[in-house]
């Protein structure tokens, strides 16, 4: 939420004029790729230095062991975790009302607030338990994927 305030109202300060929408996509993207990258590295860092060795020893490139040796470890190691981040992601999605961008969150909360009733927060619920379990499922083919 930090970010996003930082974005909205110092880059105006500094006489950087920026759209709400593009506010919450650079936050978002700032903010996340930070913790994609930090996954990535832990996952290489995981690995045994013995792949990395064997693959000098053998005469493959470094760039050519990192592509096709190291990060295909690394990314199917780290894939729970890349799951995880995706579903925060989407749960923060609701961060944006800071912004007033309206989401999903505040037009439910307008709903309940207009008819008196607490069903569109179910219907809610559900949208965000259809979005992560696609996600997981998603990254469970992947990891099909990858042990093949």
Same mark, same amino acid.
């Given at each position: 939420m930090l970010q996003l305030f930082f974005f909205m109202f110092g880059l105006p300060a500094l006489g950087i004029d920026v759209d709400r929408y593009w506010v919450a996509v650079i936050? *978002?993207?700032?903010?996340?790729?930070?913790y994609f990258v =930090? $996954?990535?590295r832990a996952g290489l860092e995981a690995l045994p230095i013995d792949q990395e060795e064997s693959a000098f020893i053998m005469g493959a490139s470094v760039p050519?062991? *990192?592509e096709k040796? %190291?990060?295909?470890?690394? /990314?199917?190691?780290?894939?729970?975790?890349?799951?995880? =981040?995706?579903?925060?992601?989407?749960?923060?999605?609701? %961060?944006v009302t800071? $912004?007033?961008?309206?989401?999903?969150?505040r037009k439910v909360r307008e709903v309940v607030s207009r008819d008196f009733t607490i069903s569109p927060f179910f219907i809610a619920a559900i949208f965000y338990? %259809? *979005?992560?379990?696609?996600?997981? /499922?998603?990254?469970?083919?992947l990891e099909k994927r990858f042990d093949q």
């Open positions: 936050g *978002f993207a700032i903010n996340y790729t930070a =930090e $996954i990535i050519y062991t *990192f040796i %190291l990060m295909p470890q690394a /990314l199917r190691l780290q894939l729970p975790v890349f799951a995880n =981040e995706w579903i925060t992601l989407i749960k923060d999605t609701a %961060l800071v $912004i007033a961008i309206p989401d999903l969150l338990l %259809l *979005f992560s379990y696609i996600i997981i /499922l998603g990254l469970k083919q």
